[in-house]
């Protein structure tokens, strides 16, 4: 039996479309009506389901200020309370935002058939009532058998059960402040794709880790079979998978006329017999150095940009380890970066293995997966193409991505320095709190289902809570984020303990 809450009433110009007030009923059970609940009640239109979005205390005793002065100087305001009794002078009004109008199929009242906008506002007059779960479930599009467990919906005992392929098939993205809980949020994502049911499907799991924040997921016992970690200071971009215009995206010096004689070089090197196609850029310098054609002014300059390549160490003449050989269903590949400081080198990086496992997903040589990239502003800023090499991969995943079930995931504690095309791709969005208002304006100008009101609830969010909207769910929901169930040192370390015991060490 559903639980009636309060009375729809007449208050502040409203009930109108979009918002209704209603008076909250006094109870005498545990139950308390708080901000984030989700009530409904029979408007014109049918079953109106909203969430309250404010709670307003009145007292009528105490809107005049010579009574509370008479109270303040009273030298017992007991014996006033007992001739005025305040307390039933005090009522609660709760400010519903209407969310839509819900029809129920004909063969079942729980199952819903469709839901639409709503024309009409609520009737003053009718009753409220506490939804019941399983019609909030339905609307707001979880999925209780195969959802990945987020934590639960904000003022309800709900797990926010996330359906995969709505979150994942349209790309995501993690947004918050430094130390907002970003990372907590995708390793209790990655927690949920390595430990799910096999039967269900479950796509390669990619993480571009710049920091090494995710490396503790090798060392737990039931999921590190399921975990493969790449330090990438040894890592191998494989010279013959290059193109001359791949070169010049690396080294932006490379000249037109340059690109042609570095084309004629690495033509001669595929169709060499001796080497069986595998090369390296030693082995392209060496065959500039001993070609007696040519200017020798142009040789001797894109040698010079191609030693300058060779000096980053992480080309070479095969790709080590072999991504296709690599990414597996159901399994975590980290490219751990924690090492390397030069952003050029992460770049290049970074684009090197967004384009081959774009490549090799077109051409269904790996599963499908999904690729996670941590500080995504670094990667795929809003500045210009020159200053980020990985910026036009990376936007080309999110742009196409879907289409081959390459899924994209972008983290990043800045969103207005993300790429905006980037970011507008990303159909569902994992809100932590964010206080800069240049980036709250920039997800307003990224996202037209962010309005200001968000912005305003995305600023006030609290430690572990969350804002979920986009294509992973029918309506925005404050999601309180669960906990890790595989813990890591990070979660343990002070910076007091850090100092003593750096002291001691040294």
């Known amino acids: 039996m559903p639980l009636k809450v309060g009375i729809v009433f007449n208050y502040l110009q409203l009930p109108d479309v979009l918002q209704y007030p209603f008076v909250i009923n006094k109870r005498t059970d545990d139950i308390v009506i708080k901000k984030g609940m989700f009530v409904y009640t029979n408007s014109l239109e049918g079953f109106l389901i909203g969430i309250v979005e404010k709670i307003v ?33 005090e009522y609660a009004i709760a400010i519903v935002r209407n969310l839509g109008i819900i029809e129920f199929s004909a063969n079942s ?40 467990n987020l934590g639960k919906l904000n003022s309800t005992d709900i797990e926010a059960k996330i359906n995969m392929d709505r979150l994942l098939n349209k790309h995501f993205s993690i947004l918050s402040i430094s130390g907002g809980g970003k990372s907590y949020l995708t390793s209790i994502i990655i927690e949920e794709l390595l430990t799910r049911n096999p039967s269900y499907g479950t796509p390669a799991i990619i993480l571009i880790d710049v920091h090494g ?93 191609l030693s300058e390549l060779d000096r980053l ?38 684009d090197y293995i967004c384009n081959r496992l774009f490549y090799l997903r077109r051409l269904q040589k790996i599963a499908p997966f999904l690729l996670i990239i941590e500080e995504a502003h670094q990667f795929c800023p809003e500045a210009a193409h020159s200053k980020a090499l990985s910026k036009s991969i990376i936007e080309t995943i999110a742009r196409e991505g879907r289409k081959f079930m390459a899924c994209l995931c972008l983290i990043s504690q800045r969103p207005k320095k993300l790429s905006t095309t980037a970011l507008s791709q990303t159909n569902s969005k994992l809100i932590l709190n964010i206080k800069n208002p240049y980036d709250l304006k920039h997800l307003m100008d990224s996202s037209e289902a962010i309005t200001k009101d968000f912005t305003d609830m995305i600023s006030s969010l609290g430690v572990g809570e969350m804002l979920l909207m986009g294509n992973a769910v029918n309506y925005p929901v404050f999601v309180k984020v669960r906990k890790r169930n595989f813990k890591s040192n990070m979660e343990t370390i002070i910076l007091s303990k850090v100092c003593l015991n750096w002291k001691i060490e040294n």
């Not at 040894?234 to 290059?242: D, G, H, K």
């Not at 004629?264 to 392209?284: A, C, F, P, S, V």
């Not at 399994?331 to 080198?345: A, D, Q, V, Y």
């Open 109 to 148: 009242k729980d199952s819903i058939e469709k839901i639409s906008r709503m024309t009409y506002p609520a009737s003053p007059g009718k009753e409220v009532y506490l939804i019941e779960n399983k019609t909030l479930i339905d609307f707001i599009g979880l999925d209780e058998k195969k959802g990945l």
């Open 213 to 305: 924040e995710y490396t503790y997921l090798k060392n737990v016992n039931k999921i590190k079979n399921k975990v493969k970690l790449i330090d990438m200071s040894y890592f191998q971009a494989s010279v013959p998978q290059m193109s001359p215009y791949i070169f010049r995206k690396y080294q932006e010096q490379i000249s037109h006329v340059q690109i042609r004689e570095l084309a004629k070089t690495i033509k001669k090197l595929r169709e060499r017999k001796d080497n069986n196609g595998i090369y390296g850029i030693k082995d392209i310098i060496k065959s500039i150095e001993n070609d007696s054609d040519g200017s020798k002014s142009t040789k001797q300059a894109l040698i010079g940009w």
């Open 57 to 89: 205390l009145l007292n009528e005793y105490f809107s005049d200020a010579l009574t509370i002065k008479a109270y303040n100087n009273n030298s017992n305001p007991n014996i006033l309370k007992g001739l005025f009794p305040s307390d039933d002078f």
């Open 313 to 350: 160490t992480i080309f070479g003449p095969q790709e080590n380890p072999t991504l296709n050989n690599i990414v597996n269903q159901g399994e975590l590949i980290i490219f751990n970066l924690e090492k390397e400081t030069s952003i050029r080198k992460k770049q290049i990086l970074v």
